[in-house]
Nanobody
Framework: QVQLVESGGGLVQAGGSLRLSCAAS????????VGWYRQAPGKQRDLVAT???????NYSESVKGRFTISRDNARTTVYLQMNSLTVEDTAVYYC?????????WGQGTQVTVSS
């Protein structure tokens, strides 16, 4: 069984930064891809960034150049460094771990960017 716990969300002014963490339990982390997704009120859940087990990263166009995804296999944690935040980044952020075609989701962490 895999459990994911997100943390690091909060309220920040536009132009500020936050770092989200996604801590995973279970032994499969090292061999799993992990992604960050976000869902704003009334909108669908969208991909933000992904990182493979080998460390290859991918970003949505809306965050490219501002957000950085990284992983620490020793701590079984994935991070999302978010810089130059805008009000459009306001959403609940979720991490998802994928292993052998099975997806595991965290409970989400709220990020609110004020103007």
């Amino acid at each position: 069984q895999v459990q994911l716990v997100e943390s690091g969300g909060g309220l920040v002014q536009a132009g500020g930064s936050l770092r989200l963490s996604c801590a995973a339990s279970g032994s499969i982390f090292r061999n799993s891809g992990v992604g960050w997704y976000r869902q704003a009120p009334g909108k669908q859940r969208d991909l933000v960034a992904t990182i493979t087990s080998g460390g290859t990263t991918n970003y949505s166009e809306s965050v490219k150049g501002r957000f950085t995804i990284s992983r620490d296999n020793a701590r079984t944690t994935v991070y999302l460094q978010m810089n130059s935040l805008t009000v459009e980044d306001t959403a609940v952020y979720y991490c998802k771990l994928t292993y052998s075609l099975v997806e595991y989701w965290g409970q989400g962490t709220q990020v609110t960017v004020s103007s």
